[in-house]
């Protein structure tokens, strides 16, 4: 039997990756800005419509933390901050962009046994 404590050590590689992505809204915001290179906080908001505006702002701040976006202010009236990927964030694209192309199979085989359901 394995000895728990060598499992879950903070130096495992895998746990590491998992907690700077991990959670339901860290890949989406990556993937997001990786797709409209910047994006405000507001937009975000919208892209993201099923989080509650205090996880946002956790979640931004845990990316930000973690080197993988970076947060811009614009000292203005009303104030502008803007997000984009870092290097770091940059470099998980990749990934993810394996993860979008396994999960459109999965849809596209749930959507064939879905049908094959219904003849």
Excluded at 11 to 30: N, P, W
Excluded at 48 to 59: E, G
Excluded at 79 to 103: A, C, H, N
């Amino acid at each position: 039997m394995e000895n728990k404590s060598e499992t879950c050590q903070p130096t495992c590689s895998v746990d590491y990756a998992f907690r700077r992505i991990g959670g339901k809204y860290k890949g989406r915001i990556l993937w997001y800005l990786h797709e409209h290179k910047t994006l405000r906080y507001g937009a975000l908001k919208r892209i993201l419509c099923d989080v509650t505006t205090k996880m946002l702002t956790q979640t931004l701040r845990e990316l930000e933390t973690d080197n993988l976006i970076n947060r811009k202010v614009y000292h203005e009236v009303p104030p502008k901050v803007e997000y984009s990927l870092t290097e770091t964030g940059r470099e998980l694209i990749p990934f993810i962009e394996y993860l979008r192309q396994w999960g459109d199979r999965q849809i596209e085989k749930e959507n064939k046994n879905s049908q094959t359901y219904q003849l």
